[in-house]
C-alpha cells in the first residue's frame, strides 16, 4: 500500500526532528516556513520539498501536520490567506499536533469538515529529546476512523500512541499533563529550595525522594538536565507553559472545575514567563535560589 503524502508546517525544536523521522520513514515529505527557512533547507537536502506557501503544501499532501505555538497559528496555517486547506482535497487529514484549547480544536475541526478535511487533535508530550527518538507521547482525538488511517505515520512520531476519543479530547488530556507537572515542578523546586536552606545538598534530598513516596519523573529524568546541571538552555519554555496553564484555566471556567493549585502555577510561570520567557520552565528554581541567597544545584567537590 502506498505511503500518504506528507505536509509538515512548524520546524522548531520539535517539528523539526519530527520532520525528519519522516523522511527516514520513507514518507514523501513536503515542509511550509513557519518561522526557520534554514530548518528546512536542512531537510531538503535530505529529500523534503519546500512549499512556497501553505496552500501549495497542502496541494501536495494527504495528511497535513501543524506543530506551531497556539491556536492563532493553526488557524492561520490551514485557512489563513493561502493556508494549507485551500489546496487540499476532500477526504485529507489535518493533524494538529501542536498545544491548544480543546474548544478551539474542535472550531477548527468544524470548519475543516466544511471543506470535507478531517482533523486530528493530537498534542504531543516528551519534548526535543522524544521528538528526535522518535518516542513521544501523543493523545489522539478526532473520528476512530480517521485516526486508523494515521495510525501508521503516529507511530513514526510516538512511541505511546492513545486514542482518546472525539474531537477536542486529545487536547484535553494534554492540558491535564500540562496542569500536573507545572505543579510537580513547582512542588520539586520548593522541597529542594527548602531543603538546601536548612542545610542539606539538593543531590541528597532527591537521591531520598526518589526512594520515597515523593518520587516523580520531572525529579528523576528532568531535573537532572536543569536545576542540577545549571543549563536551562532546551527543553520547554516557559512561555509555552505560561500559554497553556492560560488554556487550562480558560477550559476550567468553562466547565465549572476549580483549580486551586493550577491557579497558582498559572501565576507562577506568568510572573516566570515576563523574567525569562524562552529558558526552560524548571529556571523558575532561580527565583527561589535568589531569595534563599544560594544555588539549589550541588556543589563541585
Known amino acids: 500500500m502506498q505511503k500518504p503524502r506528507i505536509g509538515l508546517i512548524g520546524l522548531g525544536a520539535m517539528g523539526a526532528p519530527m520532520a525528519a523521522n519522516l523522511l527516514q520513514a520513507g514518507y514523501q515529505l513536503t515542509v511550509g516556513v513557519h518561522q526557520r527557512r534554514e530548518a528546512a533547507e536542512q531537510l531538503a537536502q535530505h529529500g523534503a520539498t519546500i512549499a512556497e506557501n501553505y496552500q501549495a503544501l497542502g496541494a501536495n499532501s494527504d495528511i497535513v ?17 493561502n493556508g494549507a486547506a485551500l489546496g487540499m482535497a476532500a477526504g485529507s487529514i489535518c493533524i494538529d499536533m501542536s498545544t491548544i484549547a480543546p474548544t478551539a480544536s474542535r472550531a477548527i475541526a468544524a470548519k475543516l469538515a466544511e471543506r470535507h478535511i478531517a482533523m486530528l487533535d493530537a ?3 516528551g519534548g526535543p529529546a522524544r521528538a528526535k527518538t522518535g518516542d513521544l507521547a501523543i493523545m489522539v482525538g478526532g473520528e476512530p476512523s480517521t485516526f486508523e488511517r494515521c495510525q501508521a505515520v503516529l507511530a513514526v512520531l510516538g512511541g505511546a500512541v492513545s486514542y482518546i476519543g472525539v474531537s477536542g479530547s486529545g487536547s484535553v488530556v494534554k492540558l491535564c499533563n500540562n496542569l500536573a507537572i507545572s505543579i510537580i515542578a513547582m512542588a520539586n523546586i520548593e522541597a529542594l529550595a527548602f531543603g538546601v536552606a536548612n542545610g542539606v545538598e539538593a543531590e541528597t534530598i532527591r537521591n531520598v525522594l526518589l526512594n520515597a513516596t515523593a518520587s516523580n519523573y520531572l525529579l528523576e529524568r528532568w531535573l537532572p538536565e536543569t536545576i542540577f546541571s545549571g543549563d536551562y538552555n532546551k527543553g520547554f519554555a516557559a512561555e509555552l507553559l505560561a500559554k497553556d496553564l492560560n488554556a487550562v484555566m480558560d477550559t476550567a471556567r468553562a466547565s465549572g472545575v476549580p483549580l486551586w493549585a493550577g491557579g497558582l502555577a ?19 528554581a532561580q527565583r527561589y535560589e535568589a531569595i534563599i541567597g544560594r544555588p539549589i544545584k550541588p556543589t563541585s567537590d
Do not use: N
Open 266 to 284: 498559572q501565576q507562577m510561570w506568568v510572573a516566570q514567563k515576563a523574567l525569562d520567557p524562552r529558558s526552560d520552565y524548571t529556571a523558575l
Open 65 to 81: 501536520i501543524t506543530m506551531v505555538p497556539d491556536a492563532p497559528q493553526v488557524e492561520a496555517a490551514l485557512l489563513g490567506t
Open 123 to 125: 498534542p504531543v508530550s
